[in-house]
Antibody
Framework: QVQLKETGPGLVQPTQTLSITCTVS????????MQWVRQTPGKGLEWMGF???????EYNSEFKSRLSISRDTSKNQVFLKMNSLKTEDTGVYYC????????WGQGASVTVSS | DIVMTQAPLSVSVTPGESASISCRSS???????????VYWYLQKPGKSPQLLIY???NLASGVPDRFSGSGSETDFTLKISRVEAEDVGIYYC?????????FGSGTKLEIK
């Protein structure tokens, strides 16, 4: 059974760094791309980037300068780190499997506020 | 960036009737390999998005055949036949042709 679950801090202060972990089960990270998509009140669904099955990454230039995606295949985890947070980064952050995003986690809600 | 424009913003449907949702891309989504990289997702209330249709017209696993996708290089339609109460939610089209992947702003389907 394919499962994805995001865990994050909930509340982050402006200018700080956001770290979210996506833990997966039922499939191997070495066989699938893993995507990150966020949903914000201002912009709706926004694709952030992905990590390929081989481990290379690609980012939306909108976030490129402050976003990093990595993984630990031994722990079946994918990581999102984004620095210099602003209030507009408030939203729900999802990890999704494969290029087509055929399975999604339940999302990690993030509020950026002081 | 490729802009995905959806219409209508919302649609209200009587159970058992059909509904159509339109999506237009600002650039052709037809790749030279013959595949059209438009996808449809449904976000049910309080849930994560789920894949409905991939590559314009292919039904994702577990999706009822009441759903169908069609279109051309830039104009696409999601049709829901015999709408049921469980179909309520927000429908998004997305293009997975090129970086950055982009989504439409969504169409909310309600039941009358």
């Amino acid at each position: 059974q394919v499962q994805l679950k995001e865990t994050g801090p909930g509340l982050v202060q402006p200018t700080q760094t956001l770290s979210i972990t996506c833990t997966v089960s039922g499939f191997s990270l070495t066989s699938y791309y893993m995507q990150w998509v966020r949903q914000t009140p201002g912009k709706g669904l926004e694709w952030m980037g992905f990590i390929r099955s081989g481990g290379s990454t690609e980012y939306n230039s909108e976030f490129k300068s402050r976003l990093s995606i990595s993984r630990d295949t031994s722990k079946n985890q994918v990581f999102l780190k984004m620095n210099s947070l602003k209030t507009e980064d408030t939203g729900v952050y999802y990890c999704a499997r494969d290029w087509v995003m055929d399975a999604w986690g339940q999302g990690a809600s993030v509020t950026v506020s002081s | 960036d490729i802009v995905m424009t959806q219409a209508p913003l919302s649609v209200s449907v009587t159970p058992g009737e059909s509904a159509s949702i339109s999506c237009r891309s600002s650039k052709s989504l037809l790749h030279s390999n013959g595949i059209t990289y438009v996808y449809w997702y449904l976000q049910k209330p309080g849930k994560s998005p789920q894949l409905l249709i991939y590559r314009m017209s292919n039904l994702a696993s577990g999706v009822p055949d009441r759903f169908s996708g069609s279109g051309s290089e830039t104009d696409f339609t999601l049709k829901i036949s015999r709408v049921e109460a469980e179909d309520v939610g927000i429908y998004y089209c997305g293009q997975l042709l090129e970086n950055p992947l982009t989504f439409g702003s969504g169409t909310k389907l309600e039941i009358k």
